[in-house]
């Protein structure tokens, strides 16, 4: 092909888009491109390569909303300018948010009367630092007022989304992580008494762990962290990562005893763009009381108009998400959630029951208790012939993403495979994935993989 310069061939803004000089180049990669291209052009050539992203829907590892309504599609392009940080200039805006951590803080039986705190975020992450960091500014009070050492804090944890590692390695505190053990694939109320000292700042149970999809038992855990007082005179505050049970539980499994209504649940976290249905980045976090975040940590800012009480990661930020959040409590209700929430429990026990019946599975989860989703591992001794790697990899060839990874210390040997089922995954797309499992299982049973695929190889899932 002759190599011939953009500017040199003419472009019409008639040209059939693929025939245009401009596509007949490949646009640089490192470099920003010398001249501007046609808002068509540029579109094309973007959206054609998202096409290679696969389809976020068959994307069954990540716990986050894949499907909207086109209200909300609406909503959002209509917040497209606003900026969540500026609560003068938006103050509808910033009306809707302290709605939805009013309406947060009641599904989490907020006690009445309770003078709850809390603010949107950008995912679960970040609102774990700020829960974090609330916690470790309260233990340091209390030790500086017994003339105590502050340098070594620790929290206490069980197997924990990635967020909290961060949190302890950017803020400086050892996170005491209870290994997984035998059956035990999470943390139970005495392995965490176990670690606990009067450097500890918080435990952090997780209403629905990452790995294994199962709730850790936050009220024996509270249970426990009592009687402790009692011996040990140290009162651990907890902080409940729920960034996926703080949006199923209330609705689904009101009786499971694990917000507000225990005393020492100081804060929690949540993600609202995973089962609270918001587009992605969207997370909150909400104290107990007042008391419970440190005033020091608010700043107060009046550069945007007005006093402006701010606690926060970021500055700007977008807040179509947040307004989408409300648009959901709205246009659902309880009710609503409710329904989606039960189907999507439905649909994984579906799932989990005929995976069961297809004979190399073994069922971890089975989408009963904790999270509506399905975790299973190959059936012990048999030779299989495969791994769950390499199921993982044939079911990429239709588009599926369904990963397999190995469980936390102390049960690396334990391969597991998962599904979360989400608002979206219907009990038919459930169906036709079914049915792809068995092509992939009958025909890696009759070719069997002489070098089964590694973690790595198979390609890195991460677990959001
Ligand atoms: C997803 C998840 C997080 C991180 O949440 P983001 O909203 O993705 O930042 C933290 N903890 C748990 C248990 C999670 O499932």
Known sequence: MSLHRKHDSGRKASDAIYASSDLSLSVPKHKIPRDESSPRTAYALIHDE??????????????????????ALTLMNEC???????????????????????????????????????????????????GGLAAKWRWRARMRAQGKSIDKPNLVCGPVQVCWHKFGQYFDVEVREVPVEGDRLLMGPEQAIARCDENTIMVVPTLGVTTCCQYEPVQAIAQALDNFEKSAGLDIPIHVDAASGGFLAPFCQPEIVWDFRLPRVKSINTSGHKFGLAPLGVGWVVWRDHADLPEELIFHVNYLGGDMPTFALNFSRPAGQIVCQYYNFLRLGFEGY?????????????LAAELDKMGPF???????????????????????????????????????????????????????????VRHGVSRDLG????????RSIAILE???????????????????
């Open 338 to 350: 409710k329904k989606i929430q039960n189907a999507c429990y439905h649909t994984a026990q579906h």
């Open 80 to 130: 497209i300018d606003k900026n969540m940080i500026d609560k003068d200039e938006y103050p509808q805006t910033a009306e809707i948010e302290a709605r939805c951590v009013h309406i947060l803080a009641d599904l989490w039986n907020s006690p009445a009367g309770s003078n709850t705190i809390g603010c949107s975020t950008t995912g679960s992450s970040e609102a774990a630092m700020l």
């Open 431 to 438: 169906d036709l994935l079914l049915e792809d499992i068995r």
């Open 446 to 464: 009759k070719h069997p993989v002489s070098h089964p695929l590694t973690e790595n190889e198979a390609g890195g899932y991460n677990h959001n």
């Open 362 to 420: 073994r069922v971890i989860h089975d989408g009963r208790g904790g999270l509506p989703a399905v975790c299973w591992t190959l059936t012990e001794g048999a030779g299989h012939g495969f791994t769950l790697y390499d199921v993982s990899d044939r079911l990429r060839a239709r588009g599926w993403q369904v990963p397999a990874y190995s469980m936390p210390a102390k049960r690396e040997d334990l391969v597991v495979q998962r599904i979360l």
């Open 50 to 71: 998202l096409l290679l992203d696969g389809n976020s829907r068959q994307n069954l590892a990540t716990f986050c909303t894949t499907w909207m309504e086109p209200e």
